[in-house]
């Protein structure tokens, strides 16, 4: 049976990539952090068949343990500070977790496998994937952005992905470890944290809809992005350590689309109008901005048969229905 060790197994794209993996027939390990992380019974009763580990991408030695004991094949280093408004408040803490982090698990995994060049296959045994992210772009040097776009990131989360982008490659390079980074921009479900401007307004237009919120706080609505659906992209993680070599791919939908029109349709499929209810408020305005994002897929389509299977229009409905149902079930 094949096994694969999942860092950020308490967010979005772990417990989708852990229900992927599991009806795959893998064996999934879950790295959690932290003293009684509140998240961790949720995990357990979402994800049972999940064997929660504990670590810390800011502590080398649990991850160098947790890659000797749970000996997996294939791991996923999802987790990092991923709410960008708030690495500018922690930018250190962002640098160390969404940057060092990742240079900490390839150090695990050099040193569990033995990796190096003179070793036949490099580090063969346990392939990587890296949770690259198109805020590595930023500030768009062309449109749309494949992998050989340059990057010029607008915020410390940018800057520390940009950081693990190279070290994934810099380690593929240097110790033949299969080592791959999946550039994924904007991927949404119900699962999305209440931060995130999507889920804040899926669940805003769901309140609103049942009169248990007045109005809803948004920050700039304007600037473009390429919105999928995770699951979708899940499956392409795992795609990508399934091929002959390891290599980066950029992954999205090739269509973008703003906040604001996120906002018009979240609130017309509850029957309103999104301008009787948002307000801008500067607090949710991000320092320096990235206007328009919008993903050049083709290298994923052709080499990994990747397809999104949830368009835009789609995506909104399961959100917002999502949050109906459960805000309606909350009372
Ligand atoms: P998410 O929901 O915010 O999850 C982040 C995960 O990282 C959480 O499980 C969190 O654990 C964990 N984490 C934070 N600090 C950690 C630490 N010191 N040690 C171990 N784990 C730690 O993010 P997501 O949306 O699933 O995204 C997964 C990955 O893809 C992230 O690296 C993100 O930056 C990247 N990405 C996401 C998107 C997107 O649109 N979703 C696009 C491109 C790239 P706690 O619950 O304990 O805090």
Redesign the pocket.
């Known amino acids: 049976m094949p096994s694969a060790l999942i ?8 417990s989708y990539l852990a229900e992927y993996l599991l009806s795959q027939g893998y064996e999934v390990h879950g ?4 003293q009684a ?1 509140p ?1 961790r019974p949720l995990v357990e009763a979402l994800l049972p068949d999940v064997d929660v580990v504990e ?4 502590d080398q030695a649990s991850l160098i343990s947790v890659v000797q004991s749970c000996q997996p094949d294939e791991v996923y ?7 960008i408004p708030i690495s500018w408040k922690q930018a250190e803490l962002t640098a160390e ?2 940057g060092l ?1 990742v240079l900490r698990m390839l150090e695990a995994i050099r040193l569990v496998t033995g990796a190096s060049k003179s070793r036949p296959g490099g580090g063969a045994g346990i392939k990587f994937y890296q ?5 590595m772009f930023g500030k768009v040097r062309e449109s749309p952005q494949s992998e050989s776009t340059p990057f010029y990131p607008r915020s410390p ?1 940018g800057v520390a ?1 940009v950081y693990g982008h190279y070290i994934t490659m810099n380690y593929r390079e240097s110790y033949d470890l299969f080592a791959c980074s999946g550039i ?5 479900s119900p ?3 209440l931060d995130f401007v999507t889920r804040k307004l899926s669940l805003g237009a769901a309140r609103i809809k049942l009169g248990t919120q007045a109005e809803l706080l948004m920050g700039n609505l304007e600037s473009k992005r390429d919105w999928g659906y ?1 699951p979708d992209y899940v499956r392409a993680m795992h795609l990508m350590l399934q091929q002959e070599e390891p290599d980066d791919f950029v992954i999205g939908t090739g269509e973008n689309h703003t906040g604001r029109e996120f906002a018009e349709l979240a609130f017309k499929h509850v029957g309103l109008n999104c301008d009787d209810y948002i307000k801008t408020d500067e607090r949710f305005m991000r320092p320096a901005e990235v206007d328009h994002l919008l993903a050049d897929a083709s290298k994923a389509r052709e080499k990994l048969g990747w397809e999104p299977s949830v368009d835009f229009q789609e995506l909104v409905s399961i959100m917002v229905d999502a949050d109906l149902q459960a805000e309606a079930k909350a009372g």
Request: aromatic share 6%; hydrophobic share 30%; no cysteine.
């Open positions: 860092t950020g197994i308490t967010g979005q794209d772990g790295l959690v952090r932290g992380n998240k670590g810390d991408l800011l280093n999802l987790g990092a500070i991923s709410f977790t969404t982090g949770a690259s992210s198109s805020e989360y992905k994924l921009f904007n991927h949404e699962r999305r944290g995770a």
